[in-house]
Structures are given as structure tokens and as C-alpha cells.
T-cell receptor, first 113, second 111 residues
Framework: QKEVEQNSGPLSVPEGAIASLNCTYS??????FFWYRQYSGKSPELIMS????GDKEDGRFTAQLNKASQYVSLLIRDSQPSDSATYLC?????????????FGQGTTLQVKP | SAVISQKPSRDICQRGTSLTIQCQVD?????MFWYRQQPGQSLTLIAT?????????ESGFVIDKFPISRPNLTFSTLTVSNMSPEDSSIYLC????????FGQGTRLTVV
């Protein structure tokens, strides 16, 4: 079992729809959770971080964390073609701040005009 | 977040040779991290570079293959030694206390 699992996709949604990206992790001691966006040929860009159970909203993005179910999700509202990218879920297992992350394999999102 | 600059941005190298990748940060940071992203794959942590001490390598990565220097709090290098085509990847440095912020990466092709 991989430590961080994502459906590789591609996930295809029409423009204006809600895109829902999911991630599960195996280590219950995981403390910090992140979503990165990576455009083809570019480095990953942090878009959301979440540390406690519940929802966290930032503009069109909402991250959801459920530690009991070991599940993290990212919702993108009003999806735009510019949102088409690979979304990487990452987990920091340590209770201290170390910046060492375990990444999932990424989900490719395609937003069709 | 810090501004992270990597050099070179890309290179094509002959097998058996070595390439040193530089990472410069615009502020002092305690730890710097080196990741590898193989074609079509996600990111895997190679090692943590600490100033003033040996780098800490993750399982599957060894110092002889990926020597790292960390001469000060704003700079680090990663060398990919005795390269083979399997080393063709994007190499990324990152900084961050909890989350990771990445440089633009070095795209390495070994022929």
C-alpha cells in the first residue's frame, strides 16, 4: 500500500463545474496535508494546506480533511480551463515542522471549455 | 515564501558523467530538501541538506550517487554522479518549515 494514494485520472469536468480530487493516506500520525498544482513542465505550486479536521476555503478552492478516515480532498468550484493540471496531494508525517513531504502520484484534471 | 533559484534549468549529459545542480534561496533557511521526479511520476525525497552537517538520505538514495553540499544557509548543491539513462528526471530543491516551496527544477536527460 502506498503511503499517499490518489486516482491518477484523468478527471474531466466541463468549465464551470466543481472538480473533486481525493487523496487517502496510510499513516495515522500524519499531521499536515497539502495540495499542489503542477502544470506540465513546471514545478509544483502550493495551493492549499490543511492541518485540522474540517473544511478550509481559499477562493475557489476548498480543502477537506477527515483524519478518522485518513482522507483529504480538494474541491475546485467554477472550474476553468486554466485549472487543467496535475494535482498532487502531499503529507507531512512528522509532528514537528520538517518540510519532508510524501507525495501521491497526482491526479490529472482536464477542464473542457 | 522564499524565492528559490536552480541552475541549470535543463541539461543533456552523457552517461558516466556527473552533473552538479545549484540551489540558491533569497533568505536563510535551516533545511533544504532535494526531490526527484521521474518521467510521469510523482516527487520522491532524495535527502535533507543541513548546514554544517552531513545530508540525511532517504531509503534508496546514497551519498556516493547523490553527494550534497550545504556550505551556508542560502545555498546547496546536489551532484548526480556516474549518470545512467535511469537518472533522467527532474530534480527539485525545496525549502519550508512545514509545507514545501520549490525551485523551478532541473530537467536532466542522460543519453
Amino acid at each position: 500500500q502506498k503511503e499517499v494514494e490518489q486516482n491518477s485520472g484523468p478527471l474531466s469536468v466541463p468549465e464551470g463545474a466543481i472538480a473533486s480530487l481525493n487523496c487517502t493516506y496510510s499513516d495515522r500520525v500524519s499531521q499536515s496535508f497539502f495540495w499542489y498544482r503542477q502544470y506540465s513542465g513546471k514545478s509544483p505550486e502550493l495551493i492549499m494546506s490543511i492541518y485540522s479536521n474540517g473544511d478550509k476555503e481559499d477562493g475557489r478552492f476548498t480543502a477537506q480533511l477527515n483524519k478518522a478516515s485518513q482522507y483529504v480532498s480538494l474541491l475546485i468550484r467554477d472550474s476553468q480551463p486554466s485549472d487543467s493540471a496535475t494535482y498532487l496531494c502531499a503529507v507531512n508525517r512528522r509532528s514537528g515542522n520538517t518540510g519532508k513531504l510524501i507525495f501521491g502520484q497526482g491526479t490529472t484534471l482536464q477542464v473542457k471549455p | 515564501s522564499a524565492v528559490i533559484s536552480q541552475k541549470p534549468s535543463r541539461d543533456i549529459c552523457q552517461r558516466g558523467t556527473s552533473l552538479t545542480i545549484q540551489c540558491q534561496v533569497d533568505s536563510q533557511v535551516t533545511m533544504m530538501f532535494w526531490y526527484r521526479q521521474q518521467p510521469g511520476q510523482s516527487l520522491t525525497l532524495i535527502a535533507t541538506a543541513n548546514q554544517g552537517s552531513e545530508a540525511t538520505y532517504e531509503s534508496g538514495f546514497v551519498i556516493d550517487k547523490f553527494p550534497i553540499s550545504r556550505p551556508n544557509l542560502t545555498f546547496s548543491t546536489l551532484t548526480v554522479s556516474n549518470m545512467s539513462p535511469e537518472d533522467s528526471s527532474i530534480y527539485l530543491c525545496s525549502v519550508g518549515q512545514s509545507e514545501a516551496f520549490f525551485g523551478q527544477g532541473t530537467r536532466l536527460t542522460v543519453v
